[in-house]
């Protein structure tokens, strides 16, 4: 893994210096051929985000501001009068779960993801939990307020999944509390469910589609312009947390073709990019 830590490494100095020659040929992306070598932006980037992801404090710091903040906003709403008993509807995947290893092993083989492969790595039950969620989670539990875990992972990673919730001692880790994807990757319907018995005071996630359908497959400029106009949102019902490996974000930019190959994918983001 050391070796492959420093080679990799390696590799993404050279890809991150070639793209900045790229960059500067921007204006004439049409001339842009698949037989040219490939910037392989697409799979480095995830090995580049991991990087960030396992080391940096300042990762660390972002997931500590998140939860810090959304114990607040649950200290808030237990000062108001509720009908119904209060609830905390939260992705799993990069809100709290760490799948960086997953995509460093992947990068390694020269993927980015697979159902097979994902699965491979849900059923160990080993992903490590974002700083500072364990100690929310159960601070919110503490005070009586349940929390949903609404997830796309699929039914067929749910015992790996709950496995590795009860092992990092997370609140309501049961099938009751767990909504896997199921039909449907909209997560609408699964929030609507909880919302019929219970008042939920903060939704968590790392993805816009985790807060609200507003968001749901939205084109990158309609996303964007959606963040803006619910700006005051953002911290306060809604808790980001960070995640710059993966997301709607990426699809929404390919509009949601999810057959791109990666020369496909690395044109789209070098066509999104701004150099001066
Ligand atoms: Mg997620």
């Known amino acids: 893994m050391k070796t492959f830590k420093i080679t990799a490494l390696s590799f993404l100095m050279i890809v991150l210096t070639s793209c900045k020659v790229s960059i500067n040929t921007l204006p004439d992306q049409s001339a842009t ?16 985000s991991a990087v960030w992801q396992q080391n940096a404090g300042e990762f660390r710091a972002l997931c500590y501001q998140a939860y810090n903040l959304a114990q607040i906003r649950v200290d808030e709403n237990l000062k108001n009068p509720s009908k119904k008993p209060l609830a905390i ?14 995509a460093v092993t992947e990068a390694e083989k020269g993927n980015t993801f697979d159902t097979k492969s994902w699965m491979n790595w849900t059923s160990k039950g080993e992903a490590k939990a974002y700083p500072g969620s364990l100690n929310f989670f159960n601070y919110a ?24 919730l009860k092992d990092l001692g997370f609140p309501n880790a049961d099938n ?18 909880v ?6 005071i903060i939704y968590m996630g790392d993805n816009l589609a985790d807060f609200s359908k507003i968001f749901t497959k939205k084109p990158q400029a309609e996303r964007n312009d959606l963040v803006d106009r619910n700006a005051a949102e953002f ?42």
Not at 33 to 48: C, D, E, F, M, R
Not at 89 to 102: G, R, V
Not at 177 to 193: F, N
């Open 141 to 164: 539990a503490s005070k009586k307020i349940l929390v949903f875990y609404i997830s796309n992972r699929d039914e067929n990673d749910r015992i790996g999944t709950l496995k590795n």
């Open 176 to 193: 009751e509390h767990l909504m896997l994807k199921g039909t449907s990757s909209d997560k609408e319907a699964r929030r609507l469910e």
């Open 33 to 48: 051929n698949s037989t040219q070598p490939l910037h392989n932006i697409a799979l480095n980037g995830k090995v580049y």
């Open 195 to 200: 919302l019929k018995n219970y008042e939920v």
């Open 235 to 276: 911290g306060k019902r809604f808790i980001m947390l960070p995640n710059s490996g993966y997301g709607d974000w990426e699809s929404a930019l390919e509009g949601y073709n999810n057959q791109s190959t990666s020369t496909e994918k690395d044109q789209v983001f070098l066509r999104n990019l701004r150099g001066y």
């Open 89 to 102: 509807i939260t992705d799993i995947d990069e809100t709290f779960l760490d799948n960086s290893p997953y």
